[in-house]
Structures are given as structure tokens and as C-alpha cells.
């Protein structure tokens, strides 16, 4: 019994072990087809128009070749140069005519022993290539942006690929980019015309608060100078005036009293 069970559980174990390695095996080491992304990047005005600004291209899984176009407006932008980002990888681009599209082919350069082609593995790196860009506008403002756009065919009508180390074949997923300059757009914020239209209306509030102060101090001295010719009108009637009468008429009684004196005497 022994012995029967331990057989038993060879064979189970064997079994086993041929199951989960034909599973690996069925397992390509990269699916067919990827994303190939164009990056977005952000610069400051100075950065802008200092040039040679570099634009990622990245992809999400591993290959052994891989082809995207690249486009972009030449009155904006000029892409100066295309640099590879990796050892592993062939890049031979090419430019159109125009300068106004790049053609994107990536070829793996790493191989086993045997010489067979090894895939470039995005874990070593997502980023394959960078776009080296100046951007030609003579008028950078923040907010201002430039788009690169990804291809998915190129001029000739020729696919992007996106081929693993089985050979299969897949189209490349194209996602575009742009240069986005930082900061909010100057147009709305109109600084210039605020200043000039509250400028009028300080002047105009002033003036006008002006004249009425002036009309209120004409309006005090009147009564101040009413009031101090009552005062005088006043003090003529008062009882000291009354009093010098008495005088008068006593002064008026002596030369009564004189005048008779003399008549008298005149009569003797």
C-alpha cells in the first residue's frame, strides 16, 4: 500500500509540474501591440524661449520593434534634433521634406548568446527617445500651447508597428502631445484699461465735494455778522445810556436858571 501510494503521488506531482510549465510556455513574453505616448511638458516663459526643449516618447510595454510618426506646425515649432534614450535601442528617424514630420523607428539591439534578439524591457525604462524642440513664436505668452501630434501612419501609408520577440504584430496606439507654456493666459486680465477709468471718477467725486464745503462756511458768517450788529443795536439802549440823561437835563436846568439870573438883574 505503501509503495502504491507513493507512486501515486509521483505521477501527481509530475503531472503537475508539465501542467504549470506548458502555462508559462503559452505565455508570450510581450503581447502584440502597445501605446506609444508623445509626452506634455511644461515650461516657464524663459524656459520657452531659451529652446531646446525636450519631449519625451514613451511606450507601456515591451517590444522588440516599434514605429510612430511625429508631426507638429513649422510656424511654431522646429524640432532640431531626435535623441535615443537608450543603449539597447536603434533609432533611424526621418524627417520629411518640410521638416514638419519625423518618422519613428525603434529596433532592439540586445540578444542572447545564441543571437537571438532579446525585446527592450520597459521596466529598464518607459522613456525611448525625447523630441528636441524651439519654439519659433516671437510672442510667448503664459498659457500658450504647441501640440505635437502622434501618428499612427506615416506619409508613404506605412502602419506603426509594435512587434514582440514572437514576431507578432500589432498597430501602435498613437497619443499626442504638446509644449504648454506656464502661467495664466495675459489676455484675460485686461490691466490696462482699470486704471484709466477709475482715474476720471477720483477727480470728479472731489471737485464736486469740494463746492459744497465752500458753500457751507459762506452760509456761518452770515449769522455771526448779524448777530454782532444786534449786540451793538444793543448796547445803545442800554441802562447806562438811560442814566447819562438825568445829566443832560440837569445841565440844561442850570443854564435855565443862569438865563433868569441874568434877565433878572438886567430888570433891576
Do not use: H
Not at 523607428?105 to 527592450?120: E, H, K, M, Q, W
Not at 506619409?155 to 514582440?164: I, L, S, V, Y
Not at 484709466?196 to 464745503?213: D, G, I, S
Not at 465752500?214 to 458768517?221: E, G, L, N, P, V
Amino acid at each position: 500500500m505503501k509503495t502504491t501510494l507513493k507512486r501515486t503521488m509521483a505521477a501527481l506531482s509530475a503531472a503537475a509540474i508539465v501542467a504549470t510549465s506548458a502555462a508559462v510556455l503559452a505565455v508570450p513574453t510581450s503581447a502584440a501591440g502597445g501605446t506609444a505616448t508623445i509626452g506634455t511638458v511644461e515650461v516657464t516663459v524663459e524656459e520657452a524661449k531659451a529652446g531646446q526643449i525636450k519631449v519625451p516618447v514613451s511606450v507601456d510595454n515591451n517590444f522588440v520593434k516599434l514605429s510612430l510618426g511625429a508631426e507638429w506646425d513649422t510656424s511654431e515649432l522646429d524640432c532640431t534634433s531626435i535623441k535615443c534614450n537608450s543603449s539597447s535601442l536603434a533609432l533611424k528617424f526621418a524627417y520629411s521634406e518640410a521638416y514638419d514630420f519625423a518618422w519613428l523607428p525603434f529596433l532592439s539591439t540586445d540578444a542572447d548568446r545564441d543571437g537571438n534578439v532579446l525585446a527592450y524591457d520597459v521596466a529598464n525604462g518607459a522613456t525611448v527617445a525625447y523630441l528636441i524642440f524651439d519654439i519659433k513664436d516671437a510672442d510667448i505668452q503664459p498659457g500658450d500651447t504647441y501640440t505635437i501630434t502622434a501618428a499612427a501612419t506615416g506619409r508613404d501609408g506605412t502602419k506603426a508597428q509594435f512587434e514582440n520577440v514572437n514576431g507578432d504584430g500589432g498597430l501602435t496606439t498613437a497619443v499626442s502631445g504638446a509644449i504648454v507654456v506656464k502661467g495664466e493666459p495675459t489676455t484675460e486680465e485686461p490691466t490696462t484699461e482699470a486704471p484709466t477709468t477709475e482715474a476720471p471718477v477720483v477727480t470728479t467725486e472731489a471737485a464736486t465735494t469740494a463746492a459744497p464745503k465752500a458753500t457751507t462756511t459762506a452760509k456761518a458768517a452770515t449769522p455771526a455778522a448779524t448777530t454782532t450788529k444786534k449786540a451793538a443795536a444793543a448796547s445803545t439802549s442800554s441802562p447806562k445810556t438811560g442814566d447819562a440823561l438825568p445829566i443832560a437835563g440837569v445841565a440844561v436846568a442850570v443854564a435855565v436858571i443862569g438865563g433868569v439870573a441874568l434877565v433878572s438883574k438886567k430888570r433891576k
